[in-house]
Structures are given as structure tokens and as C-alpha cells.
């Protein structure tokens, strides 16, 4: 709706500024946030009507000129004051020590400055002053902060099966372009996945792809690793064999967010890669087998690598197949069947149960109703919510030469989130 | 005593002496006897053996008992399969009992078909796997390996000592879980009951429940968690008290070693990273005074933990500065880098002595541009209620605050509690870092501060500082301590 407003004013005589405004509006929405109502909101915000302190409340209550209004915490309010004193502006961090906040602070004094600004007198006589838009964008309403969390963290997420239509951008494109790359991430967020195509056919493609969004994860494997079949393998995945799904690293307390696979060679025979949004399939088992998502759920698994790569490495530690929040969703799988130890750490009795549990999962991600196939062709960068997603590959025939060869590397969650961050501001910035 | 000792290595007897003037009283039986019996003239494999055992203790674990036991461990006198019980009973010759479900065992098989060696990784597909499996046949091959042929005809056949280690008992997994973890970090099906009002969090129906919750949860919840701990501990009346950390005030003794020492000797290095672990702080002195040093340590553990802040990064005042630790001013007492998903584990700190001339590298610019946004608890609790992160930094907390009005000044409130009883002179430790001295210290339970400084045209206080995970840093204290007990 907002686009069809968008296009339809754009196309009429209007003031530059409104223009510039739809035009950022209309960006926005091609990342498919709906994110462009609320900066056009944002943009026109209310100003202030009037603004109170209410005897022994502890608040300050705001009205708007569009007749809501906001309150907010005297506590808060001195703990967050903006001036030199309180705030660092060159770190955008807050100077004032936590022992010098009084959490019984009420406010001496409440003026409006302007339809844009209010100014308090704290009792001791320091003053702070609040701009509008600042102000507005805190409000403590559910609806705000809703809308803010929104902002910040994009939680919104596509589920996909096999009708997936696989995400795919020209690397070259989101390497350079601005737009491009703010659009790879919004998708790689929401969706879990997006193909990078057309990159070159040699190592070091993914370093640049490091390089664009801010640095890799390096993990015992390297700050790359090259996918091929090893002799003495220290990892299933060296060999030809089959890899059924699986996500990588759940022997890390904070196994790597994002996962890049470039492939520099292809097999002709076999090779063949699978996805499947792994959220999807536990909602699923959710709702229809309780017992086994709560199982999934609850249960510690053991995890253990042993061996030597970048450096020698004994790691171990214990996931829940399924990540779950306080309000019980998904929040990441740690489910690699390969590097599961053989200490497995529960009560005999309930053994047969989590296999049982498991198995259910595990049918759901391989029904063909959910799982995605596909060939990665040389050029070709899979990049992936390794939170999310799970993958696999077909086994391949083994030889004398390498006949295939992908590298490998991640990134953590809150760089990619950082660098989606800049972009959105950069590219929202822009004409 | 010490006259026993002729026939032990050196770092074995500087070790145990040491520990014993210690602290006397804390010599447990096992290491009673393992000193007399190192005195008596035994036979070298023995020795051997008790050495290794005795090393163990120098760690403070109290794993002698559990290695001595594990090395000469019982063979197997019976193995049997009962019908329709999906499950495999192993009876020790010590007369004890073991039993493994069958889906487990034939999920284990560590032939090269299901198992590559290599990698230590299971090759077996889980679709493969019939979780209903049961044991056509299950003979003893000897004392020390079982051989189980499935349905379908393949085999699969386990050590004694394999098979020991991971029995399913509650004390064999808790003796496991320690020996992994050192100690244990995750309890599953056990409970630490303190007061009946003050119920622990606790895994009952596989849900997790915080102790805010039990309490209100009443009389049948409380019924449910004892009967868990009756579970838990069938043997004993009494509860099991693991002792994860040593918790520590105003009275610390700071440990302290040499940084030279670490970096080249191992038997000091698993003493550092023991520590680490069980302390939380390590101060190492004797660096040199200049950047650096912290690259060394990183490769002694393994990798550093890059961050928008760089692989190292230089605590100093600094022009427009991008972080209040780069400016003169007090910090009050924080954990690093609360913004992150997975907040770095240990940090170092490491003072170098300032020239007032000389080129020292890039103010104010960091690794890249950043815009990190986290939501974090103050405390991170696990699913027992046991705190296993700090999450605070007064300076990089938002203002942007997501709970509903009338939840903040509660909030403030039990911050300020928090926060008082860090800043009580019973709790807090002050010290001032001299140059070449690294403080080494769990970023995820100690929170650290300092005092303003003055400020003025030239440097005058510099310290570098890193980061490290924690994987990272138990993968190393794992590979030291296989190193250090296998030595003689």
C-alpha cells in the first residue's frame, strides 16, 4: 500500500524534500521490511504538546501533538541524559558511573522548550535535555518497542521447503554496490540463504567477501578451509562420503553464525548439495510431535573435536539440538550427527527416547516437502544462516585428483548484522 | 616426608610439597596414599601409574582418584543381552553393573564403516540407524571387549575400558563431565538443592525452570525436585556438592606467575590455565614492556578472538575517542563487550611502559566500522539458575531500553543492589599493574575497573589488550594436561 502511495505521489509534482522522503521510503520497502511506514512516520513524529512531572510518580509524562502520549521513568531519564558530562559523544557511550545514579530520582523541574525539546532540573540542579525524535523512538508503549526491536534486530522470518526459489545475486554486484549488498543481507537474514554467482574460480574470493562486511570467524579449521577429500581426514566432511544434514560447529559454545561455500571445483558425478530451513522443520515437529520438540528442546548432547588444523584442538561441549528462547522458538539447531560424541551424557532410560525424538527431526528435514536440492557450479558462493539452515551433500567418486573442491568460511551474526546496519543507513542516506 | 620423595620427578614433589604446606588438611586419602606407596619400592609401572595419578592432583581437581581408578579399571565378567529390553548389561568383574541401550551402542560402533578414525568422527548416517535395534547376539570376546552382532548382520565390538567410561550411571557421567569440563558447566537430571525454599533451577519433565519460578510453583513442584534428588543420588543421603569455582573477596591472593614460564613450560602453562579456570584471574608478570606479548600468548592457547576493536587493541587516552576506556576517566566495574551475542570469554590486559616520543600505532581507528546492537541479561543464568556470565558495561548499555514502563525503576533498583555488593570492601580486589605485568582474567565472571588518571599532552598510561574464547582456552588446557600427565 505504502509503495503503490509512494509511486503514485512520486509521479506528481511535489515538494524535493517529500520527494526524497517517498523515494527512501520506497527503497526501504525493496527489502521487504515495511519498514517505510515507519520512517515516514518517523520523519513527520509529532512534536510535543505539553510535557509533566506528576507528584511522587517517578515519571515524566510526554503528550504528543497527535494527542498519544509517552512516559517515562525519572531513572531512566537521568541515566540517560545526553549532555557532555553524562554522554561520550565521540563512543556514543554513556559516561555517567552507575553509582552516581540515584534510582529514587524525581525531577525538580519540567519545561518545554520547544515543540521539539524538553529540559529537566534534577534535584542536585543538573540538567538534561530530550529531543522529540529521541524521545519517541524510546517510548516504552509495547508498540514501540516492538517497532524498535524490529529495527534493530530484523527478527522477520521466511520459512521455505523444496518450492524454495533460491535467492541469487552476482557477487561481483554485492561486492561493489551498496544497494545490492544491503539486499543480500536482508535476505540472507530473512531468508537463510542466498547464492552469490559469478565469483572467481580461485581461492581467496571469500576473504574479500570478509573483507566486505567487516571479518571472518577463524576457527580451528582456519580463517578459510578448503573442502576437498583429504587423506587422514580430521573432518567427515574431507571425504567423498554422503554428509547428511547437518549444521557446522555445534562443538562451539557459539558455533559461527553465517557460513560462506565457495566452489572452485565441481564433480561431474554426484556432489550434489541439499538445504532445509531447519526452523521450519522444528516448528513443524513442534506441532506434531510435542513430546519429541520438548525432548529436542531440553536435552544436553555432547559435541567433541579432536585433531589438528590451524593448531592442535581438543574441544568439547554440549548443545541442544534445539535452540530454543524464553518464549520457546528456534533460535538456532546444533545438530552435526558426525561430530556427536559417543559420551552421551543423560540417564540410560533416556536414551532410546532422544534417538527416537531425533529420528523425528530428522525425517522431518529429509521429506521432500522441505528439503532443497541443488549443484553448486564453479563461481557459484552458497551463503547461509549456518543458525537456520542445515546442509548436506551427495557422496562423490574418489580418485587420484581432486575433482572437487569448494572453501569454506563463517562469520558471526553480529558482523553481519553490524554491516547490514551501515548499509541500510548508507543507502537510506542516499538520493 | 619429604624423604619419600627421592624417587619422584622434581615438579611432582615441588608440586605436591608445595600444596601441602598449602594448605595440610586438604590431603585427601588417595593422595595419602599414593605418597606412601611412592616411597615403598614398587614396581616401575606402578610408580608410573601413581605418578600420574599423584600429577593429576596437582591441579586441584581431585582427579587422582577417578584416573586411578579408570587405569586399573575391572574387566568384564559376564555380558548379556535380555529379550525385549533394547539394552545390553555388562557385569564388571569389581561385581558392579553397567547397561547400554542398544541404539546407543550400534550408534557408537567405532568400526572404520561407522567411524573414521582420522577425525574421531562418526561416519554412520543417522538415517542408518534403527533407533528400535535390539542385539542378536553380545559375547564376551575376553575380559577386556564385548562383540555384538546386530540384525542385520553387521558387528560391532567395545573395549572394557571404553565402555567403563561411559556408563550411564549418574557418577560415572558426573565423573566424565568433569574430566571434560573441568568442572562440570551443564548437569543434566541432577539437582543442588540448598533449602527447600531456595530451590536451584532444575530439569524436571526436561523443563527448564528458574528458582523465581519454583518458589511459586508450591508444595507438588517441591515433592517433584525431591524425589529428582532421591533419583539423582540413589546411594547416598546426602547431596552432591561439586566444587565448580572458588569464589573469592577482598582476601584474594592473587595468583601469580611468570609469563616466561608459561609461554615455555608446560606443567606451568596447565597451572595458568587451571587457575584461570577455577579463579578466574592470573596475573603474569615479568613481559616485556612493549606491544606484542599478547600475540605470543594468543599463539600459547591457540588464537586470539578478533573484534571491531582489532586482533589487540591499546588502552590509552585517545582523541575522539570511539570507547570510554580510551579516555582518562573512571571505569567502574564491567565485563567487556556485553553488546555481543557470545561476549568474549578471557580477557588479558597487559601494562607497557610509556615513553613519552616514539610512534605507537593508530588512535582512534578501529578494525572497521561497526554497528553492534545485543540484548543481553545482566546476569546469564543456566537452566539450574546457576550465573554463568556477567553481562554488564554501564558505559555501552543503551539508552534504548526494552521492558514496559513500570518494570524500569524495579530494574534500577536490583542494579544498584548488584552493584553496591560489587563495589562492597569486602568483595572487591584493587591492585595497580606495573609495567610487564598481564592480568589474565574470565571476562565472563570478573568484572574489572580503574580509577581516573590525569590527563595531559603525552601518554602516560598504556596498556594492550586481547581476548581469547573459552573453547579455545579449554581446548588448550585439555591438550596441556594429556601432555603434562603422559610426561614422567
Known sequence: MWRLAA????????????RRLLAGAANLQCCWWGTARRTYTGYMSAGIRKVEAPDAEHLVRVQWEDGSESCYPCVWLRDNCQCPHCFLHSAKARKLLFEDLDVDIVAKEVTLTDRRKISITWPDEHTS?????????????????AEMREDLFLPEHQYWGSDLQLPKMPFEEI??????????????????????????????????????????????????????????ANNVAYTTGKLCFHTDYPVLQHPPGVQFLHCIKQTATGGESEIVDGFHAANKLKHQNPQAYQILTSTAVDYTDIGVDYCDFAVQGKQRIIDVDYRGQAVRINFNNATRDTVFDIPAEEVRPFYAALKEFNDLL????HKFTFKLKPGDIVTFDNWRVLHGRSSYQSGSEVTRHLEGAYADWDVVMSRLRLLRKRVLNRD
Not at 7 to 18: A, D, E, S
Not at 129 to 145: N, Q
Request: hydrophobic share 35%; net charge positive; aromatic share 10%.
Open 366 to 369: 529429509n521429506s521432500t516437502e
Open 175 to 232: 561486492m561493489y554496490n551498496d544497494e545490492s549488498a544491503y539486499k543480500w543481507l536482508c535476505t540472507l537474514k530473512k531468508m537463510g540463504v542466498v547464492l552469490l554467482t559469478g565469483a572467481a574460480t580461485r581461492q581467496g574470493e571469500l576473504v574479500k567477501l570478509g573483507h566486505r562486511i567487516g571479518f571472518l570467524r577463524l576457527t580451528f579449521y582456519g580463517p578459510t578451509w578448503q573442502v576437498q577429500d583429504k587423506a587422514d
Open 7 to 18: 509511486r503514485v505521489l512520486l509521479g506528481t509534482k511535489v515538494h524535493p524534500v517529500t
Open 129 to 145: 535535555e530530550y529531543e522529540a525524535e529521541w524521545l519517541k523512538k524510546r517510548c516504552f508503549s509495547e508498540a514501540a518497542r
